[in-house]
């Protein structure tokens, strides 16, 4: 039975006469732009990730370009992002006009390395926006504690981590504002495109909502340059089906972790990153140097709730598109994220970016394989099996 990466019918499908029945309330109630369902939708996603505001968008893209705009962030301003992340994060700041300066990223929980951004600081930087990446919390208290020391603007890009929690608390809820996208293969995954922003500064919360919708209030009288950000209402009703049952797909998600650690760490040669938080990683990549692991499994801090967007997955020695090869002809889904680190990437070649080995490395080193929810045991078995041949094989 091929397994594939992502699988968003077996999600959707069952909900399918619930969904129909909302397409239909939307339908006949001839509304469908913003209104009662985008509201609805905002202050649901507002009480379960705990933030005072919820400001649904076109996208998660968008979400982050909104709070940029909000944040009066533009030409002159450098801000610090992942090199390695969606090309997204990065992309929105130089729209605005200013430079992203990329930073170096933490091997065993591939977020930001807060270290690196301190280097990476100048008197240009007015903020920084660390990305939640596959589903994990980056170092926030150390990104706070940075960003507070330099009058810095916080932006957590949590496109891939709404419901993931840092120490008890929401991502998104930490910064000046946080970012969600709801794109099919997110965790809270849309039929279309979709984002929310959400902060608890009630002034940056008004300025973003009229920036939502041109910079205008009242009607055709414009304060602010803004733009068309706002979400459907069909969007909204859909995902608000989807949002109630949000919690069941995390808890799925966190078991197939569960699952896949279990059983593929009893093969030899496959090891567990071991660092108990971000920022020792140094101690972790010589432990692995002294090892003989071929592969080395993502690892939840014991204080992050890992919401597992992806389980990703380094490949050392060199082999990781042997392992891709090998998985795709035993019909498995994979893929890499990210290939290219953006500081690579044509279109910031005009910008001297330096010292990002780690985040090099994990380019050629990462693959992800299946973890959505609805998996189930036999094909959780199928990639575990499919790996342990491959390392024996080796
Ligand atoms: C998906 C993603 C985005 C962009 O979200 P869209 O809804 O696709 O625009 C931004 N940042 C990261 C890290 C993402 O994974």
């Not at 400001?55 to 801000?79: F, K």
């Not at 068309?228 to 808890?251: G, I, M, S």
């Amino acid at each position: 039975m091929p397994v594939p990466l992502l699988d968003v019918n077996a999600q959707n499908l069952p909900l399918q006469e619930e969904l129909r029945e909302t397409f239909d309330r939307v339908l006949q109630s001839g509304r469908f732009i913003m209104g009662e369902e985008m509201e609805a939708f905002e202050s649901e996603v507002a009480q379960m990730v705990g933030a005072k505001h919820a400001i649904s968008v076109s996208s998660g893209t968008d979400a982050i370009l909104l709070a940029l705009m909000a944040l009066e962030i533009g030409p002159g301003d450098e801000v610090l992002c992942p090199s390695f992340t969606f090309f997204a994060t990065a992309g929105c700041i130089a729209r605005t006009g200013a430079t992203p300066v990329f930073v170096d990223s933490c091997p065993v929980c591939f977020n930001i390395d807060v270290n690196d951004a301190k280097r990476k600081l100048s008197s240009k930087t007015k903020a920084i926006i660390p990305v939640h990446l596959f589903g994990q919390s980056a170092a926030m208290d150390e990104v706070l504690a940075f960003a507070g020391e330099n009058s810095l603007r916080v932006i957590e890009d949590g496109a891939q981590a709404i419901g993931a929690k840092y120490k008890g608390k929401a991502v998104g809820t930490l910064g000046d504002f946080g970012t969600y996208s709801f794109f099919p293969s997110k965790n809270l995954g849309g039929f279309g495109d979709a984002g929310m922003l959400v902060t608890n500064d009630s002034q940056l919360a008004e300025k973003a909502l009229m920036l939502r919708n041109h910079g205008m209030q009242p009607k055709y009288y414009h304060k602010y340059v803004g733009g068309n950000f706002r979400c459907d209402a069909l969007q909204a009703a859909l995902l608000r089906v989807k949002l109630r049952e949000y919690h069941h797909y995390t808890a799925k998600r966190q078991a197939n972790a569960e699952y896949y650690l279990e059983h593929l760490l009893r093969i030899d040669g496959i090891e567990q990153a071991s660092a108990s938080d971000c920022g020792c990683f140094e101690q972790q990549n010589a432990q692995l140097k002294a090892s003989q692991a071929k592969l080395v499994l993502p690892v939840a801090y014991e204080y992050n709730e890992h919401i597992w967007n992806q389980f990703t997955i380094r490949v050392l020695d060199g082999k990781r598109e042997a392992l891709r090869q090998y998985l795709i002809e035993s019909g498995i889904g994979c893929d890499t994220y990210y290939p290219v680190p953006l500081h690579q990437q044509e279109c910031f070649s005009g910008l001297a970016s330096t010292g990002l080995p780690i985040c090099e490395q994990l380019a050629g080193e990462v693959i992800s394989i299946p973890i959505y929810p609805e998996l189930t045991k036999e094909q959780k078995d199928e990639v575990i099996e499919a790996i342990t041949d491959f390392i024996a094989a080796d």
